[in-house]
């Protein structure tokens, strides 16, 4: 079937290269010729996730070639980590994603633990699991905002986006702030539910429920969204591994792979759910399959709520944190974030600082490696929506 | 001693002698702390003194419905004397005991003697007294009992 | 391209018609949600400037600053926190190491000013509209960022403990006090309130670096008797511990006891390094208890050959006769006095002053003279009776035991008096096997002893009496025995302030017959061995000294301390009198290095 702007369904990549993963140089073009354009996308640029830009060579609107600059957003959290308590470090780790702090406040809580040999009690496992899940609702909600205002949608846009902040209400209620929540902390979390939480909780997720529904309809159901999106940006199965593509990016493809499934943390081994997956693994494929895992992460607040014990202790007996002394140790810990493995690899000496920390976000395969290689033989047109269908967040590119 | 004036004389006369008295031992005291406590004592006597003083003016009333508080302390003790080595705790129980008998004095009196206004200065003198041993027998309290 | 797809999108109209998400005006106020964490809320006057919001702060945004209101305050810095907006990141972590619970977070988080200077204030201090708002993050209940609980410490339990002398408390081991130590915010308040000022943080710090020896050093600046104190101290330090406030308080006490412990006496000369050059001049100290000796200490240390005179054949005073060795071993206090001895400094026992040697003399032939001779006579209940000779007193049968005597107690006693020698005097008397009644005249809550020491005695059975006023004695039928006639007390307040005080009723009125009765209802002091004409020279009051700023007397050249020179009559309080002592006396007799440069 003939597309639009010159694709076809037939082959994974629509462009001339072929789908072996040579990494050999394109040819040096010759900007001087007058045939070419060399394009700046970003690092102020609506189209893109956060603060990056995309170097691209252009032929007419066809890109040749795709570089990506990072930087921006340097702001050494990594480094800035060294010369903290570890009780200060809590506070910091949440700025590493703006969108999805609170895998960094539990990644990292859960290597000091772990490092430490905490057992945190049951309860803050359950709290800690149901915020990780409201957290990914709120993630994925301004995601299909990007990804519709990617294409031209902004109805829906405006509707996620908005709903998303009921969503944070729910976060303010829970944990003292919006965006910044640090709520889990090494060795639990901060507090309980506040009274009448739940019943709140529940009505906003019924909401969700409407609201996706609806988003079906109007986006998903959408020739001029399925018209620009099907095909788009198709990434092979032989990408997979070589290129460490993780998360719904790699279940699109069909590879089921969850963390929250294959080692199951927190209290994730008592949730029903399963592993959604697709196979076009193109951008339409992705999106389809980011829905689905957000109705999925309604049901498992709802889950949370029913099945979590609303009483006891959740924190575990602390050392005190002024003078808070972590055994050496080493440590790689990871969770399942909406865009994949997250992980934090920690080394300790025994003082109060901690040695090392180092971040990994799938936004450093998603958006650098992956991005150059996807972007090449595409529209213009095309490169912002196809830079948010891998939905990637430079912030923890840059640590 | 049948009128108030009497009674006032009387009693400022005995405020005088107990000031007297404690001079009298503070002279023979053997050491000096023990002297500066005597002639403390002998102040409060002259202060009392000034107080009656004041009330045969007209200058001051007594106040013979107050409550005072009992606390009973120095009506178990045994009697000292008042040697020249006269302990703190001895010169204390003196003091106690001396505004005891005083208060004793004046309350048996007005129970003697009718409805009158005479009957109240009486009263009102035994009230005084009594509050002279609350101040003494306060002073024991904290000073002497201090572990009990 | 199927229709369907075309259609669908359309469904958008139907929202128009749907509530909009945003307000209508954007000017209405949304509050935060009650556990917002907006701007800080501080209630000075629970304060008590304890700074580890100051010291958690990985902003700087918290400065301690002075609060002229709260300065002086017992068991308080006199500072409050101040806080810097332009720093602050609201994560609250200052709200939730508070340890007096007084820092807390409004839900108010919108602040308009055109003076950049103002949000730079203290909170609590400065006014703010929202000091007194009722929402906003406070530390949940359930949430600790230090353990609230203190490490239990293993007693022997009492019924064990009455049928021996062996020390009661068997202290902590390393690994429990590395963990105690841990509790230690490190706030220096109990520096302050400490009568020696010992460096309580710096010394916990040592044994979470498993330093004792460097805890030993620190410990000996301040105090030379750490062995004793570690076991007996009245330890105001802990009852101004902001720990303590909402949990326990950190066990110095014990702390202070295990570092001793640790460090083998024989290893002290070489720790404490104390070199001593001799300065030709003499010092006699009257009386070998806790202040003579911290003194001797201090001003053998600074070079002056000091002579200690003590009456008894033992040095250490109360330490020694009034602290029953289940409390204080002796070779604990030995380990203390040996040390100070190991410097040169002399003591001559069985020399008492005003009999073996003039107290004129001393001031002849010494340089300066310091006296610290205590409260050595007990208090006489001054009832009638009392002269029977099976009425002893709580000091005697203290020192009886001490000295390894029989103290004739018999098997039924009855203790009169609610301190710690009436406490110490009872829980002997169990060890003799003797069923003990104490008689009280107040109620428990006001006994002047250790609230530890009142809680032991009960556990090792002395069943205490409160309100019970002794009236007389009386003789019974057997010669071995004596009656008490005692009356119930009503506690009345003293309109005047002063503790409450109690009313015997005498319509309420007990005899009951015992083998002895030990009264221990306080004692004074004994100043004999000053002569008549000497007293003159000083201001002696109720039998006690007002010494000066450097324990000086009226009298140049005489300084003095402990028990007879202060209010609080506790070991800590005479071994800083002592220590300050030696320090007045430098003064006096080499002004030069005093001098201002």
């Known amino acids: ?399 | 001693m049948n009128t108030v004036d009497e009674i006032l004389d009387y009693a400022i006369d005995q405020e005088q002698q107990a000031a007297d008295f404690y001079e009298d031992v503070a002279q023979r005291a053997e050491t000096a702390g023990m002297k500066k406590i005597l002639l403390d004592f002998s102040k409060e006597e002259k202060r009392h003194k000034k107080i009656l003083i004041d009330v045969k003016a007209g200058e001051h009333e007594l106040s013979p419905e107050q409550e005072v508080l009992d606390l009973k302390i120095s009506d178990y003790l045994v009697e000292v004397e008042a040697s020249d080595n006269i302990t703190y705790q001895d010169a204390l129980i003196i003091a106690m005991k001396k505004e005891r008998a005083a208060h004793k004095l004046y309350s048996d009196m007005a129970a003697k003697v009718p409805e009158s206004h005479l009957k109240e200065v009486l009263e009102g003198l035994a009230k005084e007294e009594a509050k002279h041993k609350l101040f003494f027998e306060t002073e024991y309290d904290e000073r002497v009992l201090m572990d009990n | 391209m199927n229709l369907k797809d075309l259609l669908s999108p359309f469904f958008v109209w139907q929202r128009a018609f749907e509530k909009p998400y945003t307000s209508i005006r954007p000017t209405i106020d949304r509050p935060g949600a009650p556990a917002y964490r907006g701007f800080h809320i501080n209630i000075a006057d629970t304060c008590v400037g304890c700074g580890s919001c100051h010291e958690i702060c990985q902003n700087h945004a918290i400065d301690m600053v002075a609060v002229e209101e709260y300065l002086g305050r017992e068991g308080d810095s006199g500072l409050r926190p101040r806080f810097d907006y332009g720093r602050c990141c609201w994560c609250g972590l200052c709200v939730d190491i508070c340890t007096a619970a007084s820092l807390r977070m409004s839900n108010e988080y919108a602040w308009i000013s055109e003076d950049p200077t103002v949000f730079h204030f203290t909170a609590g201090v400065d006014d703010k509209p929202w000091q007194d708002n009722e929402n906003g993050y406070r530390r949940a209940e359930g949430y600790h960022l230090y353990p609230p609980k203190r490490i239990e410490m293993e007693m022997l339990p009492a019924n064990e403990s009455v049928s021996s002398f062996e020390e009661v408390v068997k202290g902590y081991s390393e690994e429990q006090a590395k963990k105690e130590a841990d509790r230690c915010v490190e706030c220096g308040i109990c520096v302050a309130t400490c009568p020696a000022h010992m460096d309580v943080p710096d010394y916990i710090h040592s044994i979470r670096d498993g330093n004792y020896e460097k805890g030993l050093q620190l410990m000996y600046r301040t105090n030379p008797f750490p062995a004793t104190c570690g076991r007996i101290c009245t330890r105001r330090c802990e009852s101004v511990c902001p720990v303590g406030i909402l949990g326990e308080p950190v066990a110095i006490r014990w702390l202070k006891r295990l570092i001793v412990d640790q460090v083998d006496a024989s290893d002290y000369q070489r720790i404490l390094a104390d070199t001593i050059t001799e300065n030709g001049k003499k010092i006699a100290v009257i009386g070998a208890g806790p202040g003579g000796m911290s003194a001797a200490y201090y001003l053998r240390k600074k070079g002056y050959a000091v002579t200690v005179f003590e009456a008894q054949e033992s040095a250490g005073g109360m330490l020694r006769y009034g602290v029953p060795s289940y409390r204080l071993p002796d070779n604990d206090l030995d380990k203390d006095i040996d040390y100070i001895v190991s410097l040169g400094v002399e003591i001559k026992y069985n020399t008492a002053i005003g009999k073996d040697i003039k107290f004129e003399q001393l001031l002849e032939n010494y340089d300066a003279v310091f006296m610290s001779t205590g409260l050595s006579v007990p208090s006489s209940m001054r009832i009638h009776g009392e002269d029977h000779p099976r009425v002893l007193s709580g000091l005697q049968v203290l020192a009886d035991v001490a000295n390894g005597r029989d103290p004739g107690i018999g098997k039924k006693v009855a203790v009169i008096g609610g301190g710690n020698v009436a406490m110490d005097a009872a829980r002997v008397s169990r060890r003799f096997d003797a069923e003990v009644t104490i008689l009280y005249r107040r109620r428990i809550s006001e006994m002047p002893a250790d609230e530890e020491e009142i809680h032991e005695s009960q556990e090792e059975g002395c069943r205490i009496v409160q309100q019970a006023i002794p009236v007389e004695i009386v003789s019974a039928d057997s010669e071995q025995q004596v009656a008490i006639r005692w009356g119930e007390a009503e506690m009345v307040d003293d309109p005047k302030g002063g503790r409450p005080r109690p009313v015997l009723q005498e319509d309420r009125m007990h005899t009951d017959t015992y083998d002895s009765i030990i009264s221990a209802i306080g004692q004074g002091s004994n100043l004999d061995y000053i002569s008549k004409e000497m007293h003159e020279e000083f201001a002696i009051e109720w039998g006690k000294f007002t010494p000066g700023e450097y324990q000086h007397t009226t009298l140049e050249k005489v300084f003095v301390g402990g028990d007879f020179a202060n209010s609080t009559a506790d070991a800590i309080s005479a071994i800083e009198d002592g220590h300050h002592a030696a320090r007045g006396i430098d003064r006096y007799l080499n002004p030069a290095a005093y001098e201002e440069k």
């Open chain 1, 1 to 399: 079937m003939k597309l639009p702007f010159g694709r076809t369904t037939s082959s994974p990549i629509s462009t001339g290269h072929s789908a072996s993963l040579d990494f050999a140089q394109p040819e040096p073009v010759d900007l001087a010729s007058g045939k070419y354009v060399k394009l700046w996308q970003g690092p102020q640029h609506p189209g893109i996730t956060g603060n990056m830009s995309l170097e691209l060579t252009l032929d007419g609107d066809t890109i040749i070639d795709c570089k990506t600059h990072v930087g921006y957003l340097h702001r050494g959290f990594e480094k800035l980590m060294e010369r903290r308590s570890f009780i200060q470090n809590f506070t910091v780790v949440c700025r590493i994603a703006v969108p999805e702090p609170t895998f960094n406040e539990y990644l990292y809580s859960h290597a000091v633990e772990e490092i430490s040999g905490i057992e945190i009690p049951e309860r803050a496992t359950w709290l800690r699991t149901m915020n990780l899940e409201m957290m990914r609702l709120a993630s994925f909600l301004m995601w299909i905002g990007g990804q519709g205002g990617a294409f031209g949608q902004y109805t829906v846009a405006n509707w996620t986006l908005a709903y998303r902040d009921y969503v944070l209400d729910l976060f303010e209620e829970m944990t003292g702030a919006r965006i910044y929540h640090m709520y889990i902390v090494p060795g639990g979390v901060r507090a309980g539910l506040p009274d009448g939480f739940e019943g709140r909780a529940r009505e906003i997720m019924d909401g969700a429920e409407k609201l996706l529904d609806q988003i079906e309809r109007v986006m998903f159901n959408n020739t001029v969204f399925k018209a620009r999106s099907k095909g788009l940006a198709i990434i092979p199965p032989e990408m997979i591994d070589p290129y460490g593509i993780v998360g719904p990016n790699a279940r699109a493809c069909g590879v089921k792979r969850d963390l929250r499934k294959d080692e199951p943390y927190l209290a994730y081994d008592q949730l029903d759910f399963d592993i959604v997956t697709g196979t076009d693994s193109d951008a339409y494929e992705r999106a389809y399959l980011r829905l689905q895992e957000t109705r999925q992460c309604i049901s498992l607040i709802r889950q949370c709520l029913d099945r979590m014990p609303m009483d006891g202790a959740f924190q575990a007996d602390m050392p005190n944190v002024l003078h808070w002394k972590v055994p050496a140790g080493e440590t790689y810990v990871k969770a399942e974030c909406t865009r994949g493995e997250y992980g934090y690899y920690m080394v300790t000496d025994g003082s109060e600082l901690v040695r090392r920390v180092h971040v990994r976000g799938p936004s450093y395969t998603h958006a650098i490696a992956v991005m150059e290689r996807l972007a090449v033989g595409n529209n213009i047109a095309d490169i912002a929506g196809m830079m948010v269908s891998l939905h990637t967040y430079p912030p923890e590119i840059e640590r």
